[in-house]
């Protein structure tokens, strides 16, 4: 696969991620394991999907600052952004994008919890269709000791849909729970209205950051 080059340092993504609330501790981390940069072409935020032996097989790329969105050229998507647990764990959490998954484990830190010990899964959006979604299906094959399932997925038509048709797919052989966020549209959102992140204006939300 083609990644963007890295640019001299993170500086803007850290900014930006920093603002939508994500812990720095834990954006540390995610820097130094490889798992997020910012590129040197457009200074967009990077998140780095890899495989199990960690050989990077998948990027996604976020404006820091803008609306763009998009894949680095011959990613898979059998290998989104993940943050795999620490040791054995049994539990699996889904999320629709990177930023949600760094979110909820912000809010677990914040909860006094080793967000460490969860297996932490973006599926870099999800489809309409009714089979596994391609990065699910390949993290449950790498790791057959996961036996809970919590679905982490947006309060929208799309997220609902997807959580109907996992809930009907997986069953049969796996705890699953929907764990959709309180309030807000997605878990970054919920994060950033705990923070006092959002204010309130005109009767919209606005993201203060």
Known sequence: MCLPPAAPNNDRVIAYLTGRGIDRDILDYCIQA?????????NNCVFVGKDKAGQTRYAALRGAGSN???????????????MPAHGESERLCLFESAIDTLSYATLLKMHGRDWRQTHLLS?????????????LARYLED?????????????????????????MLLSDDFEV????????????????????????????????C
């Open 34 to 42: 490889g798992y997020i940069y910012q590129s040197a072409d457009h």
């Open 143 to 167: 790791y057959p000791s996961i036996e809970r399932i919590d679905l982490h997925l947006d309060n929208d038509l799309a997220g609902v849909t997807a959580m109907r048709n996992l809930l």
């Open 68 to 82: 763009f969105k998009g894949e680095a050229r011959g990613s898979d998507k059998r290998y989104s952004f993940s």
């Open 123 to 135: 599926l870099a959006g999800v489809g309409s269709n009714t089979r596994l979604p391609p990065a």
């Open 177 to 208: 729970r929907n764990r959709s966020p309180p309030t807000g549209k997605d878990f970054n959102e919920y994060l950033c209205r705990r923070l006092g992140l959002i204010e309130r204006r005109n009767d919209r939300d606005v993201r203060a």
